[in-house]
């Protein structure tokens, strides 16, 4: 028997019974390994015939047989079991149809319930906001209520000394008015008015008032003259955050619908992407800060260098020599325009700096830009602007350098620049005449009262000058010589 089914034999025997067993090799007679084993049986103590080892041999093999085969009943069922394993990873994968459509339903729904929420989100945002509209209407009108009431208060106590002053008199020492007063009744809830006196006076006498309450020019007459006095700052309000430490803040002078002189527009000119233009429709509006309408423009701007002009705001875009002109009330860019050579983006800026190389303004003759170009050598360069099209008019080249002022206006055709934008006691040092084409030196004080002034316009309509001081949006006004 060979070697290997000996040691089988060895082993079977052993798993029957066997407690020790010996196992020996050596080589026989002809010199081949022999392998010998002996078994101590409890039962035997010599070999069994050899007939009885053949049975035993017989029914290890049976049992052998019988072990082989349910290992391979045992390895098809675990086949078997990996079969339906791997089925049942691929049927949670893909799913019955049923499932895939019950699973989509209620993905549906759910995107449904989502929208609804977001809808729902977003009315309530509306609502929020027309809330705090009317919270803010509702305040001033508590405000300008509370004003009348006192001055109704002031005006009964004033009635009721004249009523005490009457019953303590004659009929002869009480004065007409006063005994016509006096039979009014001041108990009365209803009485609101008080007698008024009309006086005619001539319509040349007539002097229209701006906005804040300072008289202006005759109608049809621009009341044009040469600077010879700038008033001290008054201060309107402040910004709110560091955003405003410079900016710039108009009002048209010539209003178009539904704009009106009051209408007033800020731009808060800190960063690097400017594109919100706040607007207010009441001056009230606009001290208090809270914003009718907020633009978000197309394009962003760069500088404080933008005006407001016939209803349309006109500003330097970003990092270019383009003009552009964007219509407020339809939110367009209606036009936009390169100034030829012009300087940008901090090649000839104003002494205070902030890309302020191109200069929009707005005076009693139209529209300007003033900038300066590499042909000029940094001297100010004037040019009249068409504000439909924003085609150049007229240029004129001055021998004002323009990076040695801290700002520049105009007033009727005449241009006017800012000696310093942080000392407290600058002054007007610079005058040209655009119709004689001279320039003359001057010493006109002009206060910058918080040390920063990034910018100063002229509103031809108020006859002011509008500046933003370091937060502070100001005002000055201006005294004009005849001409």
Same mark, same amino acid.
């Given at each position: ?297 197309? +394009? ?5 260098? %933008?005006? /407001?002009?016939? #209803?349309? &705001? =006109?500003?330097?875009?970003?990092? !270019? ?79 004002? +350098? ?5 700002? %520049?206006? /105009?007033?009727? #055709?005449? &241009? =006017?620049?800012?000696?310093?934008? !942080? ?61």
């Amino acid at each position: 028997m060979p070697a290997v089914r000996l040691l089988l034999v060895a082993c079977l025997v052993w798993g029957l019974g066997a407690r020790t067993a010996q196992l020996r090799k050596a080589n026989d007679r002809s010199g081949r390994c022999q392998y010998t084993f002996s078994v101590a049986s409890p039962n035997e103590s010599s070999c069994p015939e050899q007939g009885q080892a053949t049975a035993t041999i017989q029914e290890l093999q049976r049992d052998s047989r019988a072990q082989r085969a349910d290992l391979e009943s045992a390895k098809a069922r675990l086949g078997s079991l990996e079969g339906l394993l791997h089925q049942l990873t691929l049927d949670k994968a893909a799913g019955p149809p049923g499932t895939q459509e019950g699973l989509q339903r209620e993905l549906d729904t759910l995107r449904r319930e989502r929208a609804q929420l977001e809808t729902a989100y977003g009315n309530l945002l509306q609502d929020k906001a027309a809330l705090e509209e009317e919270t803010r209407r509702l305040r001033e009108e508590n405000e300008d209520l509370a004003k009348r009431l006192e001055n109704s208060n002031q005006e009964v106590a004033r009635l009721r000394r004249v009523q005490c002053l009457q019953a303590h008199s004659t009929p002869q020492d009480v004065p007409p008015a006063s005994r016509e007063v006096s039979k009014w009744n001041v108990e009365a809830v209803n009485f609101q008015e008080l007698k008024s006196e009309l006086t005619e006076v001539p319509a040349s006498r007539i002097l229209k008032e701006s906005p804040s309450g300072h008289p202006r020019s005759e109608e049809g007459d621009p009341g044009c003259g040469e600077l010879v006095w700038v008033g001290e700052p008054r201060t309107l309000r402040r910004a709110e955050t560091i955003t405003g430490k410079y900016g710039v803040w108009m009002r048209d002078p010539k209003p178009v619908y539904p704009y009106t002189q009051e209408t007033t527009w800020r731009i808060d000119t800190v960063g690097t992407d400017i594109r919100q233009v706040f607007e207010y429709d009441l001056s009230s509006q606009f001290l208090q800060g809270y914003p009718s309408k907020v633009h978000m423009l197309p +394009r962003p701007l760069e500088s404080t260098g %933008a005006v /407001i002009y016939q #209803g349309s &705001l =006109y500003f330097q875009g970003a990092e !270019s020599r383009t003009v552009i002109r964007y219509e407020l009330n339809t939110e367009t860019m209606k036009a936009e325009k390169e100034i030829p050579g012009a300087g940008y983006h901090g090649q000839f800026p104003y002494s205070w700096g902030g890309y302020t190389d191109i200069d929009l303004a707005v005076d009693e003759t139209g529209l300007w830009v003033i900038y300066s170009t590499q042909e000029a050598k940094g001297a100010i360069v004037l040019s009249k602007l068409n504000p439909e099209s924003l085609e150049l008019g007229q240029t004129w080249e001055t021998n004002i +350098r323009k990076q040695s002022v801290a700002n %520049a206006f /105009i007033i009727c #055709g005449h &241009l =006017y620049t800012v000696s310093s934008y !942080s000392s407290p006691d600058a002054t007007i040092n610079f005058a040209y005449d655009t119709g004689t084409g001279r320039s003359r030196a001057l010493t006109i004080p002009f206060k910058n009262h918080y040390k920063y002034s990034s910018m100063v316009d002229y509103n031809p309509l108020e006859k002011q000058l509008f500046a933003w001081d370091n937060f502070n949006m100001v005002t000055y006004d201006v005294r004009l010589s005849k001409m």
